[in-house]
């Protein structure tokens, strides 16, 4: 009997450190999908990441516990899709009442029909970015159509804006290493983001405040949408929260200016 204890023990031990390490390398697997991604990078490395990266990780993660890193309170408003005629003025209305600028990831197709809306929201303090031509499903395009979405999108969030895009944003965060590759080979600086709190779903303002806080970083990166009443609603909340905690608003550009990148994709989490 008491062998059998001990054999059961030692099972129920060994059953828990392979759990346990499977749930430690899902994290790290989480941890490095990237808020940038620089044109240089690995494409490939970025979607299908090496063991010895995930193995890198996995000890930055532990290390963390230990010793957390310094990270500055800086946040990100990034919200896709648009412009559209009358939800993107009072999104872009709410934004200058509140004194925050913020990235808006166009789609090109919609800035060609909205000109003056898309250079509006470029004069007016903000960042405008690439959301692609038409908004399709990038990963099942091949790499030659998705580097043409990417291109005119640029060219028409290029001509409209009057800015000169640096990001590019995959519509529904689809992607694949195609994606980021032609990207990358047309110089544009693939933006993901570190907290999503779905307001493309049918959430009420409070709920959607309530999950951009509940996953803060430092920095962080918001993502967004336009095109939704709820979401304009969402941001004096949102604001003041993050204000409250000690955050500055920043454009992805400044942030940037202000963090090397290796940390921008290195967040650290804060409960606000
Ligand atoms: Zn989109």
Known sequence: MKRFLIAAALV???????????RWIHHAQLELVPVLVMPGADAHAVVDPPPSAIATRMMLDARELVTRPSRPRLAVLTFDDGPYPVETPALADELARLHVPADFFLIGRDAL???????RLASSGNETGNHSMTHPEMSTLAYDAQRAEIDAGAVAVNATTGQRVAYFRPPHGNYDENTIKAALDLGETVALWNDDPGDWRTLSPDAIAKLAADQARAPVVILLHDG?????????AIVAE??????????????QKDVPVDEINDPIRVSL
């Not at 709820?230 to 004096?236: V, W």
């Open 12 to 22: 129920a031990v060994a059953v828990g450190l392979v759990v346990g390490l499977r």
């Open 113 to 119: 029909q909205q000109p003056a809306i898309a250079h």
């Open 228 to 236: 939704k009443d709820a979401t304009i609603d969402a941001l004096p």
């Open 242 to 255: 993050f204000r409250s905690a000690g955050y500055r608003f920043v454009t992805l550009s400044e942030l």
